[in-house]
Structures are given as C-alpha cells and as structure tokens.
C-alpha cells in the first residue's frame, strides 16, 4: 500500500534530479570534490610546485579515467567565455596534471546559461604558462599599467586604494 506513492516519490525526485543536472550544462559524471556547497569538499587547494601555482576549481568530475576541472561563474551572461576565465580554467588543467599524474582531456566553464569546453591542449598550456611567465614579470616590475577601461573591475579591485590609474 506504501510502496506505490514511494515509488512515485523516487520517480519525481531523480527526474527533478536529472532536469537539473541538464539544465546546469554540466556532464553526467561522478563528483570528486567541490569547493562549492557542502559534501565531497576538495580539503585543500590543488599545487603545482614547479609552477608555484594553487588552486582549487568548483568542482572535480570524474569521467572514465579523466578528472575534469570545473569553473562556475553564476552571475556571467556571456556568449563567448572572457579570455580571463579560459587562464583560470586552463591553470586548473595544469594542477590537475600535476596533482594525478595525467593532463585532463578539457576543462569547463560554466556561465550562468551557457557551459564552454576548454580543450587543454599543448597550445593552451603554452600559452598559460606564457601568462604566467608574464604575470610574475609583472609582480617584479615597479610599476604596471591597468589593462582595461572597467570601471567595475576597478571598483572591485584590491589596489584601487593605492592605484594612480584608478577609474572610479
């Protein structure tokens, strides 16, 4: 007698299940770490040595023998994905290939309607580390110019207090 509307409930509940996961763009696969929520919480961030770069991406999944590095930026409405996230993504294939041992196959980006796929490829770890190079010489400079015209990403800056080129 109670075993029909338990199974009705089960029905709904991984229907709504499986409708979320469609509409988040995100890959059926198994989740190995979240920095995101609670539950499978990525204990500490991910570490390069050799490149002197930590990190730790919203989520992990695991697809086959492929960890895959997800990045979610929620409030982005985008139809392409800013060249800024695809570093982001990209660094997080790099502390993947360091921390398993094996180069994720691609990474992805998850805007608030649109999920983008970063292929990692010996191209794109060039060019990081290209970025990387120049961020560091960067670092060392005594002094940089501001690299856009934004004046929210100035607003949210953390040198804005100390910036001559400041925009608000």
Request: glycine content about 8%.
């Amino acid at each position: 007698m109670l075993a029909l509307p338990m199974l009705g409930f089960s029905l709904a509940l991984f229907t709504a299940s499986a409708l979320a996961r469609r509409r988040s763009g995100l890959p059926w696969a198994r989740v190995l770490a979240t920095d995101v929520g609670a539950g499978h919480a990525l204990e500490r961030p991910l570490y390069a040595k050799r490149y002197g770069l930590t990190g730790k991406p919203d989520y992990l999944l695991k697809q086959g023998r492929a960890t895959i590095p997800v990045e979610v930026k929620p409030g982005r409405h985008a139809p392409r994905p800013y060249p800024s996230d695809l570093m982001q993504l990209a660094a997080y294939c790099l502390l993947v290939e360091e921390s398993t041992g094996t180069a994720p196959p691609y990474g992805l980006l998850r805007y608030a309607d649109a999920t983008f796929r970063l292929p990692y490829t010996a191209t794109v770890r060039a060019k990081l580390l290209t970025t990387l190079t120049a961020m560091r010489d960067l670092l060392e400079a005594p002094d940089a110019e501001r690299s856009h015209t934004q004046a929210g990403r100035c607003a949210g800056c953390g040198f804005r207090a100390v910036c001559t080129e400041a925009l608000v």
